[in-house]
Antibody
Framework: EVQLLESGGNLVQPGESLRLSCAASGFIFSDYAMSWVRQAPGKGLEWVSYIGPDGDNTKYADLAKGRFTISRDNSKNTLYLEMNSLRAEDTAVYYC?????????????WGQGTLVTVSS | DIVLTQTPLSSPVTPGQPASISCRSSQSLVHSDGNTYLSWLHQRPGQPPRLLIYKVSNRVSGVPDRFSGSGAGTDFTLQITRVEPEDVGLYYCMQATQFPPCTFGQGTKLEIK
C-alpha cells in the first residue's frame, strides 16, 4: 500500500523559511516522479512543484519560482520542499503527491498533508 | 495555462439518484501522443483527494462502477449512476496534458439532500 507521510508544517512569520519532508513507502520511490500540491483553507487544489524520478528534472508553478526548491533523496525514500520568503498567501495544507508520471500521467496517491501557516 | 471550469459548483442530490459534473477546458486536452490526460478526484471533508478516474474514462481499481467518466477534446463529464451517502464531498477534474503546470477545476461540492 502506497503511503506518503508529510512533516515540517508550522506557523511561521512572513519572510521566514520552512522545509517540508515526505516519507514514502509501499512503492519503489526512485521509479516515480513526485509533486507538491497545496490547498489554501476553504479553497481548491494548486500544483506547486514537480521532480522527476532521478531528481534531475524539476518544474515549478509561477508562485514557487525563485522561492521554493524541490528535491529528493532516493536512498531515504524522501521528498522535500524548501520554502523561502514565505508570504501570507502561502498559507495552505501542502500535500505530497505521487506523479504525474508517464503512462497514466496523473496524481495516483496523496499524503494526508501538512499545514503551513504564515502569519505575524 | 489551461483553465478547467466545472459546473455546477454545488449539487444537492437525493441518495439513489444520478449526478453529473461537467469539466470544460480552455484548450483541447489531446496530447501529442494521442492520449487525453484528464482525471477526476474526490475529496471527502477533512481528507486528502483520491484519484477516481484517469485518462478520461479509466476507473482506478476499487472505485465503484457507479462512477464513470466520458468526454473528448475540451468537454468532459463525471457521472454517478446512483449516489450513495459516502459520495459526498468535493470533486475535481485535473489535466496533465499540458504540463507544467497541471491544473485543476475549481471543484464541485456534492451534497446529500
Amino acid at each position: 500500500e502506497v503511503q506518503l507521510l508529510e512533516s515540517g508544517g508550522n506557523l511561521v512569520q512572513p519572510g521566514e523559511s520552512l522545509r517540508l519532508s515526505c516519507a514514502a513507502s509501499g512503492f519503489i520511490f526512485s521509479d516515480y516522479a513526485m509533486s507538491w500540491v497545496r490547498q489554501a483553507p476553504g479553497k481548491g487544489l494548486e500544483w506547486v512543484s514537480y521532480i522527476g524520478p532521478d531528481g534531475d528534472n524539476t518544474k515549478y508553478a509561477d508562485l514557487a519560482k525563485g522561492r521554493f526548491t524541490i528535491s529528493r533523496d532516493n536512498s531515504k525514500n524522501t521528498l522535500y520542499l524548501e520554502m523561502n520568503s514565505l508570504r501570507a498567501e502561502d498559507t495552505a495544507v501542502y500535500y505530497c503527491a505521487k506523479g504525474p508520471g508517464s503512462g497514466r500521467k496523473t496524481i495516483n496517491a496523496w499524503g494526508q498533508g501538512t499545514l503551513v501557516t504564515v502569519s505575524s | 495555462d489551461i483553465v478547467l471550469t466545472q459546473t455546477p459548483l454545488s449539487s444537492p442530490v437525493t441518495p439513489g439518484q444520478p449526478a453529473s459534473i461537467s469539466c470544460r477546458s480552455s484548450q483541447s486536452l489531446v496530447h501529442s501522443d494521442g492520449n487525453t490526460y484528464l482525471s477526476w478526484l474526490h475529496q471527502r471533508p477533512g481528507q486528502p483527494p483520491r484519484l477516481l478516474i484517469y485518462k478520461v474514462s479509466n476507473r482506478v481499481s476499487g472505485v465503484p462502477d457507479r462512477f464513470s467518466g466520458s468526454g473528448a477534446g475540451t468537454d468532459f463529464t463525471l457521472q454517478i449512476t446512483r449516489v450513495e451517502p459516502e459520495d459526498v464531498g468535493l470533486y475535481y477534474c485535473m489535466q496533465a496534458t499540458q504540463f507544467p503546470p497541471c491544473t485543476f477545476g475549481q471543484g464541485t461540492k456534492l451534497e446529500i439532500k
